[in-house]
């Protein structure tokens, strides 16, 4: 039985883009992301962390500020 994977599988990475370093910077967390909106109600699913991992892998980290992530 073949088995669909949630995060997809990036192909090809040349360079962080602006929309991944966003992503990248939200620590890939999709709550509050402007693309939330554009993904809802549709049977695709946002690829973009799975293209944020890729990018980590095979260039590195950007060189970025991350945002504090505060819990209460």
Same mark, same amino acid.
Request: glycine residues 6%; aromatic residues 8%.
């Given at each position: 039985?073949?088995?669909?994977?949630?995060?997809?599988? $990036?192909?090809?990475?040349?360079?962080?883009? @602006?929309? $991944?370093?966003?992503?990248?910077?939200?620590?890939?967390?999709?709550?509050?992301?402007?693309?939330?909106?554009?993904? @809802?109600? *549709? *049977? #695709? +699913?946002? #690829?973009? +962390? $799975? *293209?944020? =991992?890729? =990018?980590?892998?095979?260039?590195? +980290?950007?060189?970025?500020?991350? #945002? #504090?992530? =505060? *819990?209460?």
């Amino acid at each position: 039985m073949l088995r669909s994977r949630d995060m997809g599988r $990036a192909v090809a990475v040349r360079r962080w883009t @602006n929309t $991944a370093l966003e992503c990248y910077k939200r620590g890939c967390v999709c709550e509050g992301c402007f693309y939330t909106d554009f993904f @809802n109600g *549709s *049977s #695709q +699913k946002c #690829q973009m +962390k $799975a *293209s944020v =991992l890729e =990018l980590v892998r095979v260039l590195g +980290k950007p060189d970025v500020e991350l #945002q #504090q992530m =505060l *819990s209460e």
